[in-house]
């Protein structure tokens, strides 16, 4: 999701209370419930992208000596930052926002240390800007529950009246798992071309309406519908390495946890108690009393695991990044209408831009992306400087698709095997592909193989 502010209202931004108050509750008994509560002594995380790194955080923080292991050559997943030669400049692989009312992320950023390093606007608000016409409209929600935003037609979208926004409370509420959003809300119409499709759209990463009632509902009851202060959107600065990954790895390296990388997960046994050994690729390694939590894409845990359903369709994002600085007084964050673009982001170094649901443009040679989007920047941002260095990051599977028949694939985090636990953002936890949704899945699978419950809910 993305948001817009004033640039120079841009500021480090406290996570919003609700949300620290929101965490995880571990405890209970065993998974049976025949027994004491009881913890593993040690546990083997694979996979160190964010929902690895949440699990690995709550497992250590529970006392539990944990093996931490990627098949990559550095943790972060698809959440991080690199040097790009091209511009000469360290940037993330995409523009990944969160909310200041997003639990999971309160709670792990509160952990490693890092909750003050978000970035964003002190009030709830979303620039758009149509490239057809140039208007320009902000979207002001107002901080407490009560939306009295509504009722001011300089806080809606243009032409939009109050009664127009009711059929997104009947979204939020939706729970049948079958039911598309399609069939929930209308998708023609003002409300929808200048506010629903487009947020929904980088929410879900694929089309609207097509989309999975379920998880809409269940991103707005936790953003929207708890007010402004839950749902100003913040970005990670300087970058996603520097605010989730880096601190995370120092952390548990505290703890005395070293990751092992460039060990990829080839093959898994089972026995009568479940998971026995892992094979890296250098013969069977024994598990013995460690509970495994497998943080990895789903087609990699669908080869791996036995008749395991996992989501088989997916969408892709491009991302774009211009070594140039942005003007002064640009919004932090402007959704686009009527062009490729959807959603602009300026950061202290470089402009970059986000295309969500990009499956029709992925093929596209990259020099000719750069071309259209930098000239849909240029008007947006009213530039007439020429192209500067530019990056192109294609990921073809970026996101499961978020309708209900791939959202019906989404397995549990318990398996059938009793020592062997599931983590992702592809994995069900009531939200689409996010960061909060990884990272609360992470927490999750930590919470079961300490067998106890998990849920999200007012600290006692």
Not at 27 to 35: A, E, P, V
Not at 391 to 417: L, N
Request: one cysteine or more.
């Amino acid at each position: 999701m993305a948001a817009g502010a004033g640039g120079d209202l841009v500021q480090p931004v406290a996570l919003e209370r609700d949300a620290k108050k929101w965490e995880p509750v571990f405890g209970g008994k065993s998974r049976d419930n025949n027994g004491p509560e009881r913890k593993p002594g040690r546990a083997i995380v694979v996979g160190a992208g964010l929902a690895g790194l949440s699990a690995a955080v709550e497992l250590s923080r529970a006392g539990v000596r944990v093996q931490l292991v990627d098949a990559a050559p550095r943790a972060g997943g698809r959440c991080r930052s690199y040097h790009d030669p091209a511009l000469g400049l360290t940037i993330d692989n995409g523009n990944h926002f969160v909310f200041s009312g997003n639990q999971a992320v309160a709670r792990f950023l509160g952990t490693i240390g890092t909750a003050e390093a978000l970035h964003g606007p002190p009030h709830a608000s979303f620039a758009f800007h149509d490239l057809r016409d140039g208007a320009r409209w902000t979207l002001a929600v107002n901080d407490g529950r009560l939306p009295l935003w509504l009722l001011d037609g300089t806080r809606r979208a243009p032409e939009t009246s109050a009664a127009d926004y009711w059929p997104l409370a009947r979204l939020a509420m939706a729970r049948d798992p079958a039911a598309a959003i399609g069939g929930m809300m209308p998708t023609t119409g003002l409300l929808w071309e200048r506010v629903v499709e487009p947020m929904l759209l980088a929410v879900l990463n694929c089309d609207p309406a097509e989309g999975s009632a379920r998880l809409a509902g269940g991103f707005l009851r936790e953003s929207f519908l708890r007010g402004g202060r839950a749902c100003r959107t913040m970005l990670a600065m300087p970058s996603l390495d520097a605010v989730f990954i880096d601190p995370a790895l120092r952390w548990l390296a505290l703890r005395g946890l070293t990751p092992r990388f460039s060990a990829r997960l080839r093959g898994v046994e089972f026995g009568d108690e479940g998971v026995t050994a892992l094979d890296f690729g250098a013969g069977a390694e024994p598990v013995h009393d460690a509970a495994v939590i497998l943080a990895v894409p789903p087609w990699v845990a669908g080869d791996l695991l036995p008749g395991l359903t996992v989501p088989d369709r997916f969408c892709a994002i491009i991302n774009a990044h211009f070594a140039i600085p942005f003007p002064a007084g640009a919004p932090l964050i402007t959704a686009l209408l009527g062009a490729a673009s959807q959603w602009l982001v300026c950061h202290e170094d470089r402009i970059s831009v986000t295309i969500s649901g990009a499956d029709a443009l992925i093929d596209t040679p990259r020099e000719a992306l750069a071309a259209t989007i930098w000239g849909e920047v240029s008007r947006a941002l009213d530039l007439t400087a020429p192209m500067p260095p530019w990056q192109i990051v294609k990921e073809k599977r970026a996101t499961f698709a978020a309708t209900p028949a791939q959202d019906a694939r989404r397995p549990g985090t318990a398996t059938r095997w009793p020592n062997l636990f599931l983590a992702g953002d592809w994995v069900q936890n009531g939200l689409p592909a996010t960061i909060e949704g990884a990272l609360r899945s992470g927490a999750s699978a930590a919470g079961m193989a300490l067998a106890g419950s998990l849920r999200y809910g007012p600290a006692r």
